[in-house]
């Protein structure tokens, strides 16, 4: 019953930005951790960025590290992916997640709810 949409993905030339929102229904972002994970065709889903509330602490992968930086607006119950300085394997369908469980939040298992996702695609 609880509910987080994506938006603002969309088609990119390398080296744009994008920036990514996911509103929460509710207040969850009083979750222990929001995420954002992607999965590109043919691949596995794959960790991008993560903000452990409690922790007030910020994960980036190290594929996005330097480019994508993950931030919130708690009076909105949003949370932001900005991608700059995009590349064509960035291309995914883009995910937010939810998790109210103290573990690793990298790991996509330990989210219990997820968007629809938000197509990003990075032409050459």
């Known amino acids: 019953q609880v509910q987080l949409v994506e938006s603002g993905g969309g088609l990119v030339q390398a080296g744009g930005s994008l920036r990514l929102s996911c509103v929460a229904s509710?207040?969850?972002?009083?979750?222990?951790?929001m995420g954002w994970f992607r999965q590109a065709p043919g691949k596995e889903r794959e960790f991008v960025a993560a903000?452990?509330?409690?922790?007030?602490?910020?994960y980036h992968a190290d594929s996005v590290k330097g480019r994508f930086t993950i931030s919130r607006d708690n009076a909105k119950n949003t949370v932001y992916l900005q991608m700059n300085n995009l590349k064509p394997e960035d291309t995914a369908v883009y995910y937010c997640a939810a998790s109210y469980v103290y573990a690793d939040n990298t790991k996509g298992g330990n989210y219990a709810y997820w968007g629809q996702g938000t197509q990003v695609t990075v032409s050459s």
């Open positions: 509710g207040r969850f972002l009083a979750a222990y951790a």
């Open positions: 903000n452990n509330w409690s922790g007030v602490n910020t």
